[in-house]
Nanobody, 127 residues
């Protein structure tokens, strides 16, 4: 089992920045590929950024590419999402997730491919 706890959400003006953190506990964190997903009201959960277990490979959705950065620290059992140049359309509940299904530097982008989820962190961007 892996337990994930997000922090760092909040309210920010458009153009501002936020940094989300996800602390993991339980089974060996470094064996898991990790991802950040988000879900806005009335919309399906979507991938934002994903990272391989080693941190070597990352994948971003087109909507956040160039603005968001995912990183991880396997010593601190944590994964981060630095969000810059935030837009009102970035408003959503953000979830971190872990999967043991990725092989090597593979990253997975479908929510169904992830096995463990945090409780979510609200991000609100005012225009």
């Amino acid at each position: 089992q892996v337990q994930l706890v997000e922090s760092g959400g909040g309210l920010v003006q458009a153009g501002g920045s936020l940094r989300l953190s996800c602390a993991a506990s339980g089974r060996t964190f470094s064996r898991y590929a990790m991802g950040w997903f988000r879900q806005a009201p009335g919309k399906e959960r979507e991938s934002v950024a994903t990272i391989s277990w080693s941190g070597v490979r990352t994948v971003y959705s087109d909507s956040v590419k160039g603005r968001f950065t995912i990183s991880r620290d396997n010593v601190k059992n944590s994964v981060y999402l630095q969000m810059n140049s935030l837009k009102p359309e970035d408003k959503a509940v953000y979830f971190c997730a872990a999967t043991f299904r990725a092989v090597g530097v593979q990253v997975l982008i479908k929510p169904a491919e992830y096995d463990y989820w945090g409780q979510g962190a609200q991000v609100t961007v005012s225009s």
